[in-house]
């Protein structure tokens, strides 16, 4: 069965203090993996998709990196509206059907 | 540009009472189109998806339908609400040839 871990549950971050976040999955034949961030009350953002290992994709202060077990989404001197929770999924079947993670709570205090 | 739109924004039902809520995509065609639900502090659940007009596939046993009456237009459905059905319910597209998908801003259901 297709599992999405991720890790920590929740994160504090000061102003500038540079982190990153873990996915770990297991699937068989991944066809793409993605990181969403949400405010609270609103549906998800989509940040990046990523298709094979060894694959980096950057925004602003963010930066994702795909290995054949994991991701990672490196957050970089975050700033308060860096604030959310961060979203990973795999699309491992057919239709476009994605399985997500619970997410990680980042909050970033000035 | 595509957009989504989600209706109404928030709702609030008795047990017992039906349930509609609407999904619109703008500016595409043929999207693949998905029904989710967030639970406090847990991941999204797919519920429902459909390649196309009157094709729906259901994920997850429950208590809920879905309907696809027009090509960018997508509803879910309860003839009776359970105190279980409350939740974040969340609409999202996906073009047929990209692979990612865009969700909606999302309906808040809480049945009392």
């Known amino acids: 069965e297709d599992q999405v871990t991720q890790s920590p549950e929740a994160l504090r971050l000061q102003e500038g203090e540079s982190s990153s976040l873990n996915c770990s999955y297991t699937?068989?034949?991944?066809?793409?993996l993605f990181w969403y961030r949400q405010d609270p009350g609103k549906g998800p953002e989509f940040l990046f998709t990523l298709y094979s290992a060894g694959e980096e994709k950057e925004k602003e202060r963010l930066k994702a990196t795909l290995t054949k077990k994991e991701s990672f989404l490196h957050i970089t001197a975050p700033k308060p509206e860096d604030s959310a929770t961060y979203l990973c999924a795999v699309q491992a079947g057919s239709w476009g059907k994605l399985q997500f993670g619970a997410g990680t709570q980042v909050v970033v205090t000035p | 540009s595509q957009t989504i739109h989600q209706w109404p924004a928030t709702l609030v039902q008795p047990v017992g009472s039906p349930l509609s809520l609407e999904c619109t995509v703008e500016g595409t065609s043929n999207p693949n189109l998905y029904w989710y639900r967030q639970a406090a502090g847990r991941g999204l659940q797919l519920l429902f998806y459909?390649?196309?007009?009157?094709?729906i596939s259901s994920e997850v046993p429950q208590n809920l339908s879905a309907s696809r009456p027009q090509d960018r237009q997508f509803i879910l459905s309860s003839k009776k609400l359970l105190l279980s059905d409350s939740g974040f319910y969340l609409c999202?597209?996906?073009?047929?040839?990209?692979?990612?998908?865009?969700f909606g801003p999302g309906t808040r259901l809480l049945v009392l």
């Open positions: 699937v068989s034949g991944l066809r793409g």
């Open positions: 459909s390649v196309g007009i009157g094709q």
């Open positions: 999202a597209w996906k073009g047929t040839a990209i692979e990612t998908q865009y």
